[in-house]
């Protein structure tokens, strides 16, 4: 068992109970990866660093350019999985005797300027890798209380589910499966006609030419054979069902199958909405689309994927989730304030990778904040974002106006 699983503890607790609880937890739950003889040591005493501490050395050139994300073993160059459990337990193995390194050591304490700060384990802690993807995860992180989600949710959802947010959603994950299509030279001629249709639906749905007096036409009756069937989204919902199907199989495509079933939840929900602009009138099609709102607003709930989905597009214009490996409150001073560390631990630090990452911290920070802010909370928030890596020098850099500190693992 990861002695690191989600921790919350019901009660206000001192800063050296809080510490004895933490080593306590670890000795109930020893890592997989010690031996018998590590099992046992405190990941306080220099004895389990100076055991641990080589592992880490050892390991960080084996997992070059790897990391997880939704729990497989990623490249993170081209994106493809990689599938070997040799490598995926090192990398968990990597990942854990990394954190217990910074669950035991001031690991901010270049940022800190009021002393060394401790852990709050009266507040959400997540010591592993964790997935933001649902309003949930990120209200759990923020401990924000039952009514308090109600607002979040009536304050995002007008905002995110409007029409145009919805179909450039769906555009963007179509868009980029086709160019993972493309790079891995999948031999499919369906799946790849499949995503050109998906494509060509939206088009359709998305584009519309002011010039046209299209819009002027009106509806066609029952008995009018002039005009094609008015399209629905059900058949949107077709091509993606036939779409998952010839995909589901294929480890490379795991994310893209995944965002798919997220967003085939919405399409459930407004299947019967016409989107044929051609050949219904302008009033209608308006009327189409605010019904794809107001049905996406009423069933869409907190833990949604669809919803979180239409978030960061509507923040970022992207639609991939947000992995971090660490998202903690600390306390300052024996008080515990509202600063908040989210952070990734690598296996290599280079200036690209860190690039790389500070933008991912920085949309992680960005719908904390944002979540923390509908959710109508009093108190000033703190996000601070953090990287590790082993053997590289404490520094910090600024992005978008947030400072983000790189830290270096060692004795």
């Not at 971090?324 to 600063?339: A, Q, R």
């Amino acid at each position: 068992m990861n002695p690191f699983k989600h921790v919350r503890s019901q009660f206000h607790l001192t800063t050296s109970l809080r510490t004895k609880k933490l080593t306590s937890f670890i000795h109930l739950n020893p890592i997989s990866y010690h031996s018998s003889t590590e099992s046992h040591l405190n990941p306080q005493s220099s004895e389990w660093r100076e055991r641990a501490l080589p592992k880490l050395i050892k390991l960080t050139p084996l997992l070059n350019n790897l990391d997880l994300i939704n729990g497989k073993l990623i490249n993170i160059h081209d994106k493809s999985t990689v599938n070997d459990e040799f490598l995926l337990q090192s990398m968990h193995n990597f990942k854990s005797i990394a954190t217990s390194f910074l669950a035991y050591h001031s690991i901010i304490e270049s940022s800190s300027t009021s002393g060394t700060p401790s852990l709050c384990l009266n507040k959400p802690t997540y010591m592993e890798p964790l997935t933001l993807n649902s309003l949930k995860k990120v209200c759990d992180i923020l401990d924000v209380s039952a009514q308090q989600r109600k607002l979040v949710r009536l304050a995002i959802c007008p905002q995110i589910t409007h029409h145009q947010i919805w179909t450039r959603a769906l555009e963007e994950v179509l868009n980029q499966l086709k160019i993972k299509l493309g790079i891995n030279d999948h031999e499919s001629i369906m799946t790849r006609q499949i995503v050109v249709n998906c494509l060509m639906f939206l088009d359709d749905v998305i584009s519309y030419d002011p010039n046209s007096t299209s819009w002027m036409r009106l509806a066609p009756t029952k008995k009018d054979s002039d005009f094609p069937r008015s399209a629905k989204w059900e058949d949107f919902l077709e091509m993606l069902n036939d779409l998952i199907i010839c995909l589901k199989n294929e480890e490379d495509f795991f994310f893209y199958v995944t965002k798919l079933e997220s967003m085939k939840e919405g399409l459930l929900q407004i299947k019967d909405v016409i989107v044929d602009k051609n050949n219904i009138g302008y009033k209608e099609a308006r009327h189409q689309e605010s019904l794809v709102q107001k049905k996406l607003t009423k069933s869409l709930g907190h833990s949604s994927r669809c919803l979180f989905t239409l978030l960061l597009y509507y923040l970022y214009g992207g639609v991939g989730d947000i992995e971090v490996d660490i998202c903690c409150w600390f306390s300052e001073g024996g008080k515990c304030n509202n600063y908040l560390c989210v952070g990734k631990i690598l296996t290599f630090i280079d200036e690209k990778m860190v690039r790389r990452e500070v933008k991912k911290l920085d949309r992680a920070i960005g719908v904390i904040r944002f979540v923390y802010e509908m959710a109508e909370m009093k108190e000033v928030l703190e996000v601070r974002g953090h990287l590790w890596g082993v053997g590289c020098e404490n520094r910090s850099v600024v992005y978008r106006g947030n400072k983000f500190f790189i830290h270096g693992i060692g004795m």
